[in-house]
């Protein structure tokens, strides 16, 4: 199940999709267009619903206090959390979420949508009381930074399940062949974010 499958699937949840309203409940700094930071400083700016996924629109901005210029209607501006980028799916068990599995995702500040490996781990959040709403789902995705979470999924995982996960972009074709002769697998896994992202990911080279 993707994200626009899960929106119409469960309708009563649909606003764990609206990304600016996850970042007020966790009371983290942030507001929408039209509304300015009131404090100088890096923001990352998002659209506030992002059904087609891979981080599109997404962008480090460096917005002063009191400048609404910066954010374009349909989005929001949050504040900028450093540190590590995590996925993690959640199974429903008992009374909690219990963590399945989780990948650390490495990529630069430049390019919010563009990950160059995603790396299993054992880094293991735990899911607090306000994220019980959704125990009627089996299993949830939650994306963080370091241990604060950024965005929710109504679903599982997306990507292959392997140790190491390598995305091919679009024009790096080439390195293809390089990491199948290190051991690497090839899995096509064709994904352009609904025709929004400029430079569409291929597929994966997967290793365990």
Known sequence: MNDIEAYREYPYLTHWYNKLWVSEQLKYHCGPAGLAPDVSGWYVVRPIVNLSGMG?????IWIDAGDCKQVPPGYFWCEWFNGRQFSVTYRWEGWSWVPVSCWEGIKSDEDLSKFSKWIKTDHYPHLGIFFHELSDLEMINVEYIEDK?????????????????????????????????????????????EGFLEQPRLGFLVKN
Do not use: C, F
Not at 159 to 188: A, F, R, T
């Open 149 to 193: 979470p950024i965005e929710v999924h109504l679903r599982t995982s997306s990507d292959p399940d392997y140790n190491e996960l390598i995305p091919v972009w679009k024009g790096q074709e080439n390195i293809v062949d390089k990491h199948v002769v290190m051991g690497y697998s090839y899995i096509s896994s064709y994904d352009d974010g």
């Open 56 to 60: 599109i629109g997404a962008k480090k």
